[in-house]
């Protein structure tokens, strides 16, 4: 059966997700993922991609079923799909340019969709006829966050989710006078606020050994929107220094991502958190240091509150630095603290 264009976009869709994910073969959960991201594309984006007038109109329509069905299951599509990467984790294979082609889980998969197809008369397969077979699937992981990501209504500013309230610590703004008294921020911060601001990083990692330095920048940044609070919107951002306790929440054997993913959802749904993270990169194997890295951007992708956190020079050098593919979807700034030279006695 042949598949109709929304779908046939969001099988590329879905062979990116796997390549991203560092997975030989696309996995269900990535094209669950690639469905939710179909669902968000406009009609005049379709447009462009799509040059036929008429082809075009019909791939709006799936489109909007598609969206439709979505969002009558209140699906929260960002949440999901931040929990489905934290879910797999990483899949340890290095992509050279190779072919994606689809594991014996997804070809199963199609072949149940096609089958749903035919028994409705459909002369094509359609983006719902999948996403439906993957809500009744016996795939564990898919079919049952499926069911549990609904949208979560707004949080009030003033109230803290349980996660962040156990694992995470509010660090003071710096005063009032250093919010509303004018001053010349630090390069330092100037970085972290234009990384921010902009939207070109969700995830920003702070390259210095200086614990104390790093958690004044951030402290400063947050500062420094709440001063330019008309310009962009909202007020001064709260900061919280997140525990290593967090990893308690994971059971045995899970990464660190699933319980920061989980942190990441609930502090998504209150307006204006900073979470920030001073010792979240151990110096410790290579595995599983480059493990951790990896687990940070996946349960950071997508939305969220920003996430900033700490990272030893050596252990970014030997870890991330040469690593392409990791410094195009993350920001890295390097801090160094100023120290003023003693004046001499005598010149």
């Known amino acids: 059966m042949k598949l109709t264009l929304p779908l046939g976009l969001a099988w590329r869709l879905a062979?990116?997700?796997?390549?991203?994910?560092?997975?030989?073969?696309?996995?269900?959960?990535?094209l669950c993922m690639a469905l939710l991201k179909a669902s968000e594309i406009t009609g005049s984006d379709l447009q462009k991609i799509i040059a036929d007038p008429s082809a075009s109109a019909n791939a709006?329509?799936?489109?909007?079923?598609?969206?439709?069905?979505?969002e009558a299951r209140r699906v929260d599509s960002t949440r999901l799909r931040r929990r489905l990467r934290a879910a797999l984790g990483n899949g340890g294979h290095v992509h050279a340019?190779?072919?994606?082609?689809r594991s014996k889980e997804c070809k199963a998969l199609f072949e149940a969709a096609v089958e749903l197809a035919e028994r409705r008369g459909a002369e094509a397969l359609r983006t719902?006829?999948?996403?439906?077979t993957l809500v009744?699937?016996?795939?564990?992981?898919?079919?049952?966050?499926?069911?549990?990501?609904?949208?979560?209504?707004?949080?009030?500013?003033?109230?803290?989710p349980p996660l962040l309230t156990r694992h995470a610590t509010e660090l003071p703004a710096g005063g009032t006078a250093a919010v509303d008294k004018p001053h010349e921020p630090s390069p330092a911060c100037r970085a972290l606020?234009?990384?921010?601001?902009?939207g070109s990083a969700n995830t920003v990692?702070?390259?210095?050994?200086?614990?104390?330095?790093?958690?004044?920048?951030v402290r400063e940044a947050a500062n420094g929107f709440g001063r330019n609070a008309d310009r962009i919107g909202g007020g001064t951002p709260r900061v919280f220094e997140v525990s290593e306790t967090i990893a308690e929440e994971c059971p045995d054997r899970t990464p660190l991502g699933s319980a920061l993913a989980d942190l990441l959802e609930e502090a998504a749904q209150v307006h204006g958190i900073w979470l920030y993270l001073s010792s979240a990169v151990p110096d410790a194997g290579d595995g599983e240091t480059r493990s951790r890295i990896d687990e940070i951007h996946r349960a950071s992708t997508n939305g969220g509150p920003v996430l900033i956190c700490r990272i030893d020079p050596d252990v970014y050098k030997?870890?991330?630095a040469g690593d392409r593919a990791w410094r195009a979807r993350t920001r890295a700034l390097w801090l160094h603290r100023a120290v003023p030279k003693a004046i001499p006695d005598r010149l």
């Open 60 to 70: 709006v329509q799936e489109i909007d079923e598609l969206r439709e069905l979505i």
């Open 97 to 101: 340019g190779d072919i994606v082609h």
């Open 15 to 30: 062979a990116g997700e796997a390549i991203a994910g560092d997975f030989k073969e696309i996995q269900p959960a990535h």
């Open 193 to 198: 606020m234009e990384a921010v601001g902009n």
């Open 136 to 160: 009744s699937s016996s795939v564990p992981t898919v079919s049952r966050l499926l069911r549990e990501s609904p949208k979560h209504a707004p949080v009030p500013r003033d109230v803290l």
């Open 128 to 132: 719902h006829h999948v996403l439906e």
């Open 205 to 217: 990692f702070l390259v210095t050994d200086d614990c104390e330095f790093a958690g004044q920048v």
């Open 318 to 320: 030997r870890h991330a």
